[in-house]
T-cell receptor, first 111, second 111 residues
Framework: EADIYQTPRYLVIGTGKKITLECSQTMGHDKMYWYQQDPGMELHLIHYSYGVNSTEKGDLSSESTVSRIRTEHFPLTLESARPSHTSQYLC??????????FGPGTRLLVL | GENVEQHPSTLSVQEGDSAVIKCTYSDSASNYFPWYKQELGKGPQLIIDIRSNVGEKKDQRIAVTLNKTAKHFSLHITETQPEDSAVYFCAATLNFNKFYFGSGTKLNVKP
């Protein structure tokens, strides 16, 4: 069982609000990732980090931003939420020579 | 970058039958190929993986085969059970950096 956590699990919020999705892992993994996924659909990489103070944009353009100040923590922020941001957001981490482990996801609904 | 294609997108089998899901990849340098199972409302969970120096790997009812020459790998589930019903994703990566996912296969096992 992977020790990677996401909060909140569900979030309903109005347009224009600022939100932060939390992701933390206790495995000491250097690499962390954020994916966006519509239900049952493919995963799109939106951000990744290979270590503290390292962040890169993924293959899918996103208006969100991320930070990596501590190894175990990789929060994602939307400055002004819009209905088009409605989706599931999955956080993952991997260690040296290891596969990715996923958190349970955050389901976001922007009204 | 890497491109992973996955087929079929949906698969319906009778309980007890076998199920096979196939993926092809484009980058011959990719050297690690995990398979994930995603149940409704949850994050993807690793079920089996294979490295490029191995042709086949088996874990109870689940097996994965890799053909490096043809650049394809397959997931085999034998004696399927209703609890195998889920969405399955394949992925490919070079040295565990960015992971490239297939588009997913929705498996339905009919009792």
């Amino acid at each position: 069982e992977a020790d990677i956590y996401q909060t909140p699990r569900y979030l309903v919020i109005g347009t224009g609000k600022k939100i932060t999705l939390e992701c933390s892992q206790t495995m000491g993994h250097d690499k962390m990732y954020w994916y966006q996924q519509d239900p049952g659909m493919e995963l799109h990489l939106i951000h990744y980090s290979y270590g503290v103070n390292s962040t890169e944009k993924g293959d899918l353009s996103s208006e969100s931003t991320v930070s990596r100040i501590r190894t175990e923590h990789f929060p994602l922020t939307l400055e002004s939420a819009r209905p088009s941001h409605t989706s599931q957001y999955l956080c993952a981490s991997s260690g040296q020579g290891g596969t990715q482990y996923f958190g349970p996801g955050t389901r976001l609904l922007v009204l | 970058g890497e491109n992973v294609e996955q087929h079929p997108s949906t698969l319906s089998v009778q309980e007890g039958d076998s199920a096979v899901i196939k993926c092809t990849y484009s980058d011959s340098a990719s050297n690690y190929f995990p398979w994930y199972k995603q149940e409704l409302g949850k994050g993807p969970q690793l079920i089996i993986d294979i490295r490029s120096n191995v042709g086949e790997k088996k874990d109870q009812r689940i097996a994965v085969t890799l053909n490096k020459t043809a650049k394809h790998f397959s997931l085999h589930i034998t004696e399927t059970q209703p609890e195998d019903s889920a969405v399955y994703f394949c992925a490919a990566t070079l040295n565990f950096n960015k992971f490239y996912f297939g588009s997913g296969t929705k498996l339905n096992v009919k009792p």
